[in-house]
């Protein structure tokens, strides 16, 4: 099959016998009517309230003798423009589902949704990536600044970013309080941030590390500092770092090879980097949003098939249990 590199640009890292398809192989929105709204209070008018969405397991039949673990979930830019389904693309809908929560052992989800316009230039505006000021590398060393101006000199806004804090932190830190606060039975807590959701993550795990027990991080938007990971290592916060090779929105090279080695030789650290994202049918990931092709950026669709193919067979074989295994190992 010939497949123009304009639209699938990994084609050249297709084998013959693979095919590309756009379904991921989960129900989208089947489980959304079991989250509730509600609304954060602002605490910063720069930022306003803040909608948000919880699935409570002791509302869908886990017992309320035991706790359970409260997993943290941010979408990515442009998500929230499509209201409660920004829960599915943050990659946490199929958690919910009477499957996974009896493979979790029983989990609160919550998933806040950042205050997203399209602004007056037709871009999204007011993501998770809407920093407080310009990113400062003071935390970086002499490699990785020059290699993140660089890529700014290339107008990458992913290097733009870099060192800069994000408006929401103090917001989604008080929100993630707040609802914790609200659960009878709230256990340890599990980060999860996909594009612009994980950079927010990756700048919460630097503002306030004691807060988050684990995390799993899907194409984030950000390169931490080494001295970040430092403080992550020191701290021994278990960490599932999953990005694709051919990622086509947020560049693999910028933001996961620079501590290739490192990540690979950290004990709270473990990797999910496939050459290739697939479906659970086994095509090859693709969808295109508007002109853009972003199949491989959608890491979260593996996230949400458990990392499993139909066949019961392991899309990672150093996960055997799936994401859901992982979860219940580091914060059940």
Request: charged content about 20%.
């Amino acid at each position: 099959m010939s497949l123009d590199k304009k639209i699938y640009p990994w084609a050249d890292f297709m084998t013959a016998d693979m095919t590309v398809g756009t379904e991921p192989g989960y129900p989208t929105g089947a489980y959304l009517d079991l989250f509730e709204e509600r609304t954060f209070a602002s605490i910063d008018d720069s930022v306003g309230d803040l909608r948000y969405y919880v699935y409570d397991p002791t509302k869908h039949g886990m017992p309320l003798d035991k706790t359970y673990p409260v997993i943290f979930g941010l979408h990515g830019a442009g998500n929230a423009l499509a209201g409660k389904l920004a829960v599915n693309y943050s990659g946490m809908e199929m958690f919910a589902s009477p499957e996974y929560q009896q493979k979790l052992g029983g989990a609160y989800i919550v998933c806040p949704l950042a205050n997203e316009h399209v602004g007056e230039n037709g871009y999204t505006a007011m993501t998770w990536m809407t920093t407080k000021a310009p990113g400062d590398l003071a935390d970086y060393s002499l490699r990785l600044k020059t290699l993140v101006e660089g890529y700014q000199q290339r107008n990458s806004f992913v290097a733009r970013i870099c060192g800069a804090e994000s408006l929401y932190t103090t917001s989604l830190l008080a929100l993630l309080k707040e609802a914790r606060a609200s659960f009878s039975c709230a256990g340890k807590t599990l980060l999860t941030g996909s594009s612009a959701g994980g950079y927010a993550s990756w700048r919460l795990l630097n503002a306030a590390p004691e807060l988050f027990d684990a995390a799993i991080l899907m194409a984030p938007a950000y390169l931490p500092s080494e001295k970040q990971l430092d403080v992550l290592a020191e701290r021994n916060i278990p960490i599932l770092l999953c990005h694709a090779h051919h990622d086509e929105l947020i560049s693999f090279d910028l933001t996961i090879r620079p501590h290739l080695e490192r990540y690979a030789a950290m004990k709270n650290v473990q990797l999910f980097l496939p050459e290739l994202v697939f479906n659970r049918d086994g095509s090859v990931a693709s969808n295109i949003a508007g002109e853009v092709q972003m199949g491989q950026h959608c890491i979260n669709n593996a996230i949400q098939n458990d990392l499993k193919f139909a066949d019961g067979t392991l899309m990672n074989p150093e996960l055997p249990e799936g994401i859901t295994g992982w979860i219940r190992a580091n914060v059940g």
